[in-house]
């Protein structure tokens, strides 16, 4: 079983804590300010995207080739179809 635990920074970054059998990264995400809403999920809570987006990564790669510190915008350079799907499956939790 994976755990994801996204905790909001006083730095206006998130720390990511995922453990996974029997291992465990951190990870810093900081998310660009609109990105969202670009994503139309404004109404979403940062954490919840991060967590998701964290979900969408182990589901394409192990944790510990997911970047130890990035923007959430930088995903779609490496998986072209997250802005869509992120966005899909936020809007569809509703």
Known sequence: MTEIVVVAQPNGTFRVDVRSDGSATTHV?????GYLA?????????????????????????????LRRFRLDQIADYFPD?????????????
């Not at 991060?50 to 944790?63: Q, V």
Request: with cysteine.
């Open 82 to 94: 997250y802005p869509s799907t992120i966005g899909q499956r936020l809007r569809s939790r509703d």
């Open 38 to 66: 670009a994503l139309g999920c404004d109404d979403v809570p940062t954490e919840q995207l991060i967590h998701a987006s964290f979900l969408f990564l182990l589901e394409r790669e192990p944790p510990n080739s997911i």
């Open 29 to 33: 995400v900081s998310v660009p300010a």
